[in-house]
């Protein structure tokens, strides 16, 4: 069996008194799409944050590709988050960049890669999303779903091993959540490893290879999409499961 290409264990995160994450454990293999679904502060943000360092865990340990991540110096963690791509939920672009600069610098900052060769390279992870004709738009000109369309060409152009989408489409219009889908289908189609937080329902049952349950900082369930939302084994998994389905529409 082929080891898991990021496997994390016992990741625990408290912010004072609070405990947000209890001993979270989730092994993800190549190609992959897990859903983390759950209730507002269950700790799915703060799970993907940790995955890629922006939350440093309080313990716990990170493997990527067998080797133990280790994020005490700043050259390390830098190579480690080229490899562990991030979505978030606001976009996070350079407002004063054009769409093509804003999936350009990173290229050019972080790995030292010409201007003239970055640029180009932009320009196609731009066109792979759909938005080649919009490349040298600003932010204020682009819609959500197209500046989230820019962020995840921005990941791309990075060549990360595995992405984190946390709730990639909540802060979309309903009409636009479709456009930023088909390009998370696309990528889960051509085998891009992914781990992504959503209350979108329809999309998790129809493309997560598993979906995992939290509650209050844990891992309750884990399961295909059929066996979480039709035969969860704990009640309070189908309990939110109803839920969701009832808010958000039949899968």
């Keep these: 069996m082929t080891a898991p290409i990021l496997q994390i264990k016992d990741i625990t995160k408290s912010y004072g008194k609070k405990e947000v994450l209890k001993g979270v454990s989730l092994d993800v293999n190549r190609g992959d799409l897990k859903i983390l679904i759950g209730p507002s502060g269950a700790g799915k943000s703060t799970f ?3 995955i890629n360092f922006l939350v440093r865990p309080d313990k716990g340990q990170i493997w990527l590709n067998g080797k133990e991540v280790r994020c005490e110096h700043r050259r390390n963690l830098y190579a480690y988050r080229q490899k562990i791509g991030m979505i978030f939920q606001d976009f996070n672009l ?4 054009t769409a093509l600069e804003n999936v350009r610098i990173g290229m050019v900052k972080v790995k030292g890669i010409p201007k003239e ?8 992870e731009l066109e792979r999303v759909g938005l080649k004709d919009h490349m040298h738009k600003y932010p204020a000109q682009l819609s959500g779903g197209q500046k989230q369309r820019v962020s995840i060409a921005r990941a791309l152009a990075m060549d990360p091993e595995v992405m984190l989408l946390d709730e990639p489409t909540s802060a ?3 009409e636009l959540i479709g456009e930023v889908h088909a390009v998370i289908r696309d990528l889960g189609s051509n085998g891009m490893t992914m781990i992504m937080a959503t209350h979108q329902i329809a999309f998790a049952s129809l493309l997560a290879s598993e979906i995992v349950f939290m509650e209050d900082g844990k891992i309750v369930e884990t399961g295909t999409p059929d066996k979480i939302f039709n035969d969860a084994e704990h009640s309070r998994t189908r309990e939110f499961c109803s839920k969701i389905t009832d808010l958000y529409g039949e899968r």
């Design 94 to 97: 350079f407002d004063h960049l």
């Design 48 to 50: 993907l944050q940790c």
């Design 172 to 174: 979309l219009d309903p």
């Design 117 to 124: 060769e970055a640029g180009q390279r932009a320009e196609l």
